[in-house]
């Protein structure tokens, strides 16, 4: 299979813990997204990477969160001390861009459940 | 400020008919727009896109049809199949504008009855 992968599918953590996700995109794809969704929502822009450089956040990303993608491949979300409304859905997506064409391809998603 | 509007959150059909899932833009700089999939407990599925200097795009059962002026979208499921049933997004970016953010609508449920 060699869409993107994301771990851990689900995570449950109590309230002020750190927690981390690992987001594997299709091997070819040069750009990384971040997303998270709630419910009756659609995805909401977190942040994206071009190889290894962070090129836009969203003001969704508090201090409190944090991405790398130190090699240019893989990336990590972490959130700090979380609070019961980071409760979500994160998606990650990627991409080839050619010219104007952005079609993002994403992973299964990590459910966290804050406590 | 909801830039991307699905004001139907579902919709129901009968097996073989049509599908017609609609969206609404306010920002004039969006210049791609996307329809993706997605199905409980899984990330979205791209479905078909267009770009802003085209107002179809056909492919298989799925056409996409952009309206600029208007700034309305519409995804055409023909014939809709059971299997068609899942949450519909909506999506849009600005690329021209440098940004690569895709900002979606809330989605349209559709339920295909056999």
């Known amino acids: 299979d060699t869409g993107v992968s994301q771990n851990p599918r689900h995570k449950i953590t109590k309230r002020g813990q750190n927690v981390t996700f690992r987001c594997d995109p299709i091997s070819e794809h040069n750009r990384l997204y971040w997303y998270r969704q709630t419910l009756g929502q659609g995805p909401e822009f977190l942040t994206y990477f071009q190889n290894e450089a962070q090129l836009e956040k969203s003001r969704l990303l508090s201090d409190r969160f944090s991405a790398e993608r130190p090699k240019g491949s893989f990336s990590t979300l972490e959130i700090q001390r979380t609070e019961q409304g980071d409760s979500a859905m994160y998606l990650c997506?990627?991409?080839?861009?050619?010219?104007?064409?952005?079609?993002?391809?994403f992973g299964p998603g990590t459910r966290l459940t804050v406590l | 400020d909801q830039q991307v509007k699905q004001n139907s959150p579902s919709l129901s059909v009968q097996e073989g008919r049509i599908s017609i899932l609609n969206c609404d833009y306010t920002n004039s700089m969006f210049d791609y727009f996307l329809w993706y999939k997605k199905y409980p407990a899984e990330g979205p599925t791209f479905l078909i896109s267009i770009s802003s200097i085209k107002d179809k795009n056909e492919d298989g059962r799925f056409t996409v049809f952009l309206n600029k002026s208007a700034k309305h979208l519409s995804l055409h499921i023909v014939p809709s199949q059971p299997g068609d049933s899942a949450v519909y997004f909506c999506a849009a970016s600005a690329t021209q504008g440098g940004s690569e953010k895709l900002v979606f609508g809330k989605g349209t449920k559709l339920t295909v009855n056999p």
């Open positions: 997506a990627s991409s080839w861009l050619a010219g104007t064409y952005n079609e993002q391809f």
